[in-house]
């Protein structure tokens, strides 16, 4: 085993940052709280192409915001 950190400890870590990051959905001034989802899709009678295919709204009509996190490995000799 060498010393170099595990992808374990990474991942963990990452998803601890996560929680704190988007706090209480239950908070109004949250702004990654949603009321609901919306289905955007080609073919539907209320497709707008200026908007995602799939989003979450949130109560006032506003798209909420998500968060994505990308991990990079590189393999080591």
């Given at each position: 085993?060498?010393?170099?950190p595990s992808s374990y400890f990474l991942t963990?870590?990452?998803?601890v940052i996560e929680e704190?990051?988007?706090e209480?959905?239950?908070d109004k001034y949250?702004?990654?709280r949603l009321n609901h989802v919306v289905l955007n899709l080609p073919g539907m009678s209320s497709y707008d192409q200026s908007r995602p295919l799939v989003f979450k709204v949130k109560v006032d009509g506003s798209?909420?915001?998500?968060?994505?996190?990308?991990?990079?490995?590189?393999?080591r000799r």
């Amino acid at each position: 085993m060498s010393f170099f950190p595990s992808s374990y400890f990474l991942t963990k870590d990452m998803l601890v940052i996560e929680e704190v990051i988007r706090e209480s959905c239950f908070d109004k001034y949250n702004v990654f709280r949603l009321n609901h989802v919306v289905l955007n899709l080609p073919g539907m009678s209320s497709y707008d192409q200026s908007r995602p295919l799939v989003f979450k709204v949130k109560v006032d009509g506003s798209i909420a915001v998500d968060l994505y996190f990308y991990s990079i490995t590189v393999a080591r000799r």
